[in-house]
C-alpha cells in the first residue's frame, strides 16, 4: 500500500508541472493585446510602455514562464489585469461559494442516487426498476444547462416558489436549483452504479446465506448487500465531487453563482491572462488532488488494487 | 453486429433515434419547413401553432427550421472531433503499448495531463484561446479527448503483444509495422467503434454546451446551445425558444446514448464499466 501511494504521490509532480506549463502557454497565446484593452480609451505610448513593463510582457517569453513557475511555488499567481488583486486572494474568495454548491449537490447527489440504484436493484426486473433506469438514462443525456433553464422555467416563473438565480446572502432557496442542476448528470450515474453493484453482491453466495439464516430483507439490502456494493460508488463520487468543484462553469453561469466556475469564465471573456493561469491551474490541481485521494482510498479498501498497481475501472464522462 | 444491436430493446430505440437526428442533419435544407435565416419581424415570437410546430424566434425565424439545421452542427461536430481524438489516440496509444519505455511514459504522462483539467475547462481555455468558430471547436474537442482513447488502445495493445501467435509471427521475420497493422489494429477496431458511439453523444453534449457559452458555433447559425442562450432572454413570454432545442440535444444525446450502450454489449461486454 505505502510503494503504491508513494508511487501515486511521485507521479502527481509531472503532471503538475505539465499542467503548469499547458496552462501558461494556452494562455500565452490568447489573441488580443492585455495592456491596450485596459488603457483603452486613454491611448499614450508612454503609459503602454510602462504597463508592459510592469506586467512583465517585455520580457521574453522563457523569462515570463519562469516567473510564472516562481509564483506557483510561492502560491503567487500574480494580480489580475482588471481588478489589480492579486488572484490567490480572489480565487480563496470565491472558493468557499463554490465548495457550499458543491456540498449540497454532493449530499442531493448520494441519497437521490443511492435510493434509487438500491430500489431498482431490489425491484429489479419490475417496474420500479425500468423507470429508475429510464430516468438516469434520460438525465445523463439532458444538457445540465438545460435543465438549469427548465427549472428556472417552472420553479420560478411559472410557479414563482423559488428565486430564479443569485447567490442571496446564503439563502438555502437559492442554493436549491443551482444545486439540483449540478447534481442531475452525477445523480444519474450514481443510481445506475449502485444498481449494478447491487446486483453484482445480491448474486453472492453470502447474501444467500443471510436470506437462509432469516435475517429480515431490510438487513440484508442494507446491512450487508449496500455495505459491500458501495465500494465502486464511492469512486463515483469522489470524481463526481472533484468536478463539482471545478467544472460548475455552466451551472454557476445561469443561476449567476459568485463561485470559481463564473469566476473563470469572466476572467476568460475579459482576457484577464494572470486570473485565467491561476484559475484554470487551482482547478486542475483541485481537481487531481481528489482524484488522488480517492485512488488512494480506494487502494486502501480493495486490496487487489494493489497487487496490479493500476486501476482498472476508468471513469469517462 | 447489427442484428445484435437491435436485439436488445434499447438499442432498436436509440439506432431509431439516431436515424433520425442523422436524416434530419443530411436532409435538412429538404426536410426543414422554411428558411431557417429568413427573417420575418411579423412572426416575432409566435408561439407554436400548426404552420410553426415548435413557433419562432424573436425574428421570426421558424424554430423548427432552425433546430433541424441545428442537428448538422452538432453532429458535424461530433462526428469529426470524434475522428479527430480517435485518429490521435489510436497512434498514439499503439506507440505507448508497442515500443514502451520512454515513449510510454511520455504519452501516458501527457495523457496524465489532459485528463488532469477538469470537464469542460481545459476545452474553454482552448475556445478562449483559438476563437470561437464551428471548426476550431471541431479540432480543440478533438485534440482534448485523445488521451481517453489512448489509455484504452495501450491497454489493449499491452494485452496482446505478448501472446505467443505474435511471438510466432515475430519470430518468422514479421516486421514491427506488419505486426501492428495486421495483427494488433485489428483486435483494436471493436473496442474503438464502442469508444466511437459512446462519444458520439458525449461530443453532441459538448458541441451545445460550448455554444451555449459562447464559445462555439456563432449566430445566426443555428446551434442548439447558442439557441438556448438565446432565447434566455425571452425564457417568460416565449419559453419555446429555449425549451426546445433543449428537447432535441437530449433526444440526440439520448439516442446515442443507447445506441453505444448497445454496441458497447454487442462487441465488447469487457467494456461495460465505461458507460453504466
Known sequence: MLTYAAKRVLLFVPVLLGVATVTFFLVYVLPGDPVLSMVGERYDEATIAELRHEMRLDRPIHVQY????????????????????????????????????????????????????????????????????????????????????????????????????????????????????????????????????????????????????????????????????????????GADFGSFLTGAVLTESIFAWPGLGRFTLDAILKRDIPTIQGAVFFMAVVFMTINLIVDLAYAWADPRIKVSGEKTLPSEG | MFREVVRQRNGAVGLTIAAIVLAAAVLAPLVAPYDPYEIDMEQSLHPPCLSHPLGTDVFGRDMLSRLILGARISLEVSVFSRLISLVIGTLLGLAAGYLGGRIDSLVMRLADVTLAYPGLLLLVAVMAAVGPSVA???????????????????????????????????????????????????????????????????????????????LGAQPPLPSWGSMISSGLDYLRVAPWMSLAPGLGITMAVLGFNLLGDACRDALDPRLRHLWR
Not at chain 1, 447527489?109 to 425500468?130: L, N, Q
Not at chain 1, 443510481?191 to 429480515?216: F, N, Q
Request: contains cysteine.
Open chain 1, 66 to 237: 519562469a516567473h510564472f513557475l516562481a509564483g506557483l511555488v510561492r502560491l503567487d499567481f500574480g494580480r489580475s489585469y482588471v481588478t489589480g488583486e492579486p488572484v490567490a486572494s480572489s480565487l480563496l474568495k470565491r472558493f468557499p461559494y463554490t465548495l457550499r454548491l458543491a456540498v449540497l449537490a454532493m449530499i442531493i447527489s448520494i441519497v437521490v442516487g443511492v435510493s434509487a440504484g438500491v430500489a431498482a436493484a431490489w425491484k429489479w426486473r419490475t417496474a420500479v426498476d425500468f423507470l429508475a433506469m429510464g430516468t438516469t438514462i434520460v438525465g445523463i443525456s439532458m444538457p445540465v444547462f438545460w435543465l438549469g433553464v427548465l427549472l428556472i422555467y417552472v420553479f420560478s416563473m411559472k410557479l414563482g416558489l423559488l428565486p430564479p438565480s443569485g447567490y442571496g446572502g446564503g439563502a438555502v432557496r437559492y442554493m436549491i436549483l443551482p444545486a439540483v442542476t449540478l447534481a442531475q448528470a452525477s445523480t444519474a450515474y450514481v443510481a445506475r452504479m449502485t444498481r449494478s453493484s447491487m446486483l453484482d453482491v445480491i448474486g453472492e453466495t453470502y447474501i444467500r446465506v443471510a436470506r437462509a439464516k432469516g435475517i429480515p430483507e431490510w438487513r440484508v439490502l442494507f446491512g450487508h448487500a449496500l455495505r459491500n456494493a458501495l465500494l465502486p460508488v464511492i469512486t463515483v463520487v
Open chain 2, 136 to 214: 476550431s471547436l471541431i479540432v480543440a474537442l478533438g485534440i482534448v479527448g485523445w488521451a481517453a482513447v489512448a489509455r484504452i488502445v495501450r491497454a489493449q495493445v499491452l494485452s496482446i503483444k505478448d501472446r505467443e501467435y505474435l511471438t510466432a509471427v515475430r519470430s518468422l521475420g514479421g516486421s514491427p509495422g506488419r505486426i501492428i497493422a495486421r495483427h494488433i489494429l485489428p483486435n483494436c477496431v471493436s473496442q474503438l467503434v464502442v469508444v466511437f458511439s459512446v462519444g458520439l453523444g458525449m461530443g453532441i453534449m459538448a458541441e451545445s454546451s460550448m455554444s451555449f457559452l459562447g
